[in-house]
């Protein structure tokens, strides 16, 4: 069975840091494309960054220096290492998994909050 299970989120103050986790099981990892994404209230979903199976990396004009992705795939774990964040930064978000389909996680809440 398929899963994404999203874990690290938190409420913290502006500029603090948050390591996000995303740990999947039920499918090959290491073949398929790694997404975060995010969703603020009454906002459309967002791609924040991705990593490719060959470590290829993009992100996000908002997060670009501040946040960055990486995997284990000995650990069939997702990373999302998120400094200096910001309110705009608050959001629920999401791993996804990308090659022939797109698996999804739960979400994990992140505040930014003084």
């Known amino acids: 069975q398929v899963h994404l299970v999203e874990s690290g989120g938190a409420s913290v103050q502006p500029g603090g840091s948050l390591r996000l986790s995303c740990a999947a099981s039920g499918f090959t990892f290491s073949d398929y494309y790694m997404n975060w994404h995010r969703q603020a209230p009454g906002k459309r979903r967002e791609l924040v960054a991705s990593i490719s199976s060959g470590g290829h990396i993009h992100y996000a004009d908002s997060v670009k220096g501040r946040f960055t992705i990486s995997r284990d795939n000995a650990k069939n774990t997702v990373y999302l290492q998120m400094n200096g964040l910001k309110p705009d930064d608050t959001a629920v978000y999401y791993c996804?998994?990308?090659?022939?389909?797109?698996?999804w996680g739960q979400g994990t809440q992140v505040t930014v909050s003084s």
């Open positions: 996804s998994a990308a090659l022939y389909n797109t698996l």
